[in-house]
Antibody
Framework: EVQLMETGGGLVQPGKSLKLTCATS????????MNWVRQSPEKGLEWIAR??????????EYAESVKGRFTISRDDSKSSIYLQMNSLKEEDTATYYC???????WGQGVMVTVSS | DIVMTQGVLPNPVPSGESASITCRSS???????????LNWFLQRPGQSPQLLTY???TRASGVSDRFSGSGSGTYFTLKISRVRAEDAGVYYC?????????FGSGTKLEIK
């Protein structure tokens, strides 16, 4: 059974940093593409980042809204991906999901609130 | 960026009837391999999105054949036959033709 679990969310002040983790199981993680998607009432569903496997040198793609502030990474030995979020803004407040590359499996999401 | 525009449903839809959800893209989603890179999702209240169809018309694993996707390069329809209470929620289209990958704003389906 495929499982994904996002952790690391919480309340953070604007300008601060936070790191999200997505732990996975039930599929061949090392060859999988992985995404981060966020959802807020204001912006709806928003794809923000993707990471590809080692065979592509872990190629990444980002949405303009997070480029330069967020970094996606992976640890194949832990079947996990990460989202390092720096210089957080109030508009980054959302539920963050880590769906698989084809968006066929999603975790339950983790809430991030950026507020002073 | 490719803009995805979704239509509105005349809610609520009586149980057992059909419902068609529309989505339009600002650019063709047909890739050079001939496939149309359009996904449909259902998000039930309090749940994560669930993939229904990909490549415009291919149903995801375990998805009922009551769901069928169709369309052209820029205009798409998700038809739900014989709607049930469990079909209620918000439906999203998504283009995965090019970066940034973008979603529509969602279409709410209510069942009567």
């Amino acid at each position: 059974e495929v499982q994904l679990m996002e952790t690391g969310g919480g309340l953070v002040q604007p300008g601060k940093s936070l790191k999200l983790t997505c732990a996975t199981s039930g599929f061949t993680f090392s060859t999988a593409w992985m995404n981060w998607v966020r959802q807020s009432p204001e912006k709806g569903l928003e794809w923000i980042a993707r990471i590809k496997p080692k065979s592509t040198n872990y190629a990444t793609e980002y949405a303009e809204s997070v480029k330069g502030r967020f970094t996606i990474s992976r640890d194949d030995s832990k079947s996990s991906i990460y989202l390092q979020m720096n210089s957080l803004k109030e508009e980054d407040t959302a539920t963050y999901y880590c769906p698989t590359g084809s968006f066929d499996y999603w975790g339950q999401g983790v809430m991030v609130t950026v507020s002073s | 960026d490719i803009v995805m525009t979704q239509g509105v449903l005349p809610n609520p839809v009586p149980s057992g009837e059909s419902a068609s959800i529309t989505c339009r893209s600002s650019k063709s989603l047909v890739y050079k391999d001939g496939k149309t890179y359009l996904n449909w999702f259902l998000q039930r209240p309090g749940q994560s999105p669930q993939l229904l169809t990909y490549w415009m018309s291919t149903r995801a694993s375990g998805v009922s054949d009551r769901f069928s996707g169709s369309g052209s390069g820029t205009y798409f329809t998700l038809k739900i036959s014989r709607v049930r209470a469990e079909d209620a929620g918000v439906y999203y289209c998504q283009q995965v033709r090019e970066y940034p990958l973008t979603f529509g704003s969602g279409t709410k389906l209510e069942i009567k």
